[in-house]
């Protein structure tokens, strides 16, 4: 394996299948539109903490607010919106050992089952 | 030793071994805050009493520390862009604006951190701040290390511009993965700790 930096017809800037210089104008209207998104949606993260909602519904507010903000990072300024597929099998694995461990405390406390 | 496919991409994976390499590394990142979100979560549920963070913490300090990050997290893919379109001086302009922000993150936890000290709150004193401090400051050593490394793509590492564009650039985009990853725990940490 051999890295042959003189050969450049190949090579890549690898950044999930933009190679033209030409789509990055087209890519920071986006980043720009992502950006007044997140901003805005901060703002509406805290304006709802002081509503003061039940903690149930608070927590599912908030919780889901951050998962749309951190979806549109994840999406478009880490070009996960358009991967190769390797890194999207990552991400799988990744989900599948993640997500138990958040619900694992959350079904322990609803059940009793292990703590009580 | 030559590292191998840092320009070209492997036939196999259709990417860069920077590229996967660092997503493999966000990966185990993922599980450490998990870990940790864990055991937020059963300290929470299992307590009798358990106070609103916007009690005890400096709710419109952190607002502004959120609006910074996600502010550096967009200089940092202009940054990036910049490259593309093969403009070096932008480049320097948005990675130098990208550093400045995540000093003012700092910055700003600094003080957060000195009031809370000042009061007589530490990680000693109840579950709540010991989980506070924790992601907290686990978090700020990962806004530190990506300065770091930022700061070396800004300064002297800017030199492979000149010789390998290419690879340069692909340097940049991974250090902006782990730059936004940074940003995405903070966009969970902030209304988990502060406004629930």
Not at chain 2, 44 to 50: L, Q, S
């Amino acid at each position: 394996m051999t890295n042959d930096h003189t050969t450049t017809d190949h090579a890549t800037m690898d950044h999930g299948g933009m190679d033209h210089a030409a789509d990055i104008d087209k890519q920071v209207r986006i980043y720009i539109t992502v950006f007044v998104a997140l901003m805005a949606l901060t703002i509406v993260t805290v304006a709802i903490s002081y509503l003061h909602l039940p903690t149930a519904m608070a927590i599912t507010v908030a919780v889901l607010v951050a998962t749309i903000k951190g979806s549109l990072v994840a999406c478009y300024f880490m070009h996960l919106i358009s991967e190769k597929k390797l890194i999207y099998a990552v991400l799988i694995v990744t989900a599948a050992m993640f997500l138990p461990l958040l619900a694992l405390p959350v079904i322990t406390h609803r059940n009793g089952f292990w703590i009580h | 030793m030559e590292i191998p496919y840092t320009v070209e991409v492997r036939r196999d994976t259709g990417l860069t071994n920077g590229k996967i390499g660092i997503w493999l590394f966000l990966a185990s990142e993922v599980m450490l805050f998990g870990a940790l979100f864990a055991s937020y979560i059963l300290i929470r549920t299992g307590a009798e009493h358990w106070p609103r963070g916007d009690s005890i913490l400096n709710v419109p300090m952190a607002t502004f520390n959120t609006l910074v990050l996600i502010g550096s997290s967009v200089t940092m893919v202009m940054a990036w862009a910049s490259l593309v379109r093969q403009r070096f001086d932008t480049y320097r302009i948005y990675m130098g604006v990208t550093i400045l922000l995540g000093f003012v993150f700092l910055v700003v936890k600094y003080f957060e951190y000195s009031h809370k000290f000042h009061d007589g709150l530490f990680p000693r004193t109840n579950n709540f701040l010991a989980i506070y401090f924790t992601l907290t400051g686990l978090h700020m050593l990962h806004v530190a290390g990506g300065m770091a490394v930022n700061a070396y793509l800004w300064g002297p590492g800017a030199k492979l511009w000149k010789t390998n564009p290419v690879w340069f650039t692909n340097r940049v985009e991974n250090s902006g993965l782990f730059w936004h990853f940074v940003d995405l725990v903070w966009i969970f940490l902030f209304p988990t700790l502060y406004l629930l």
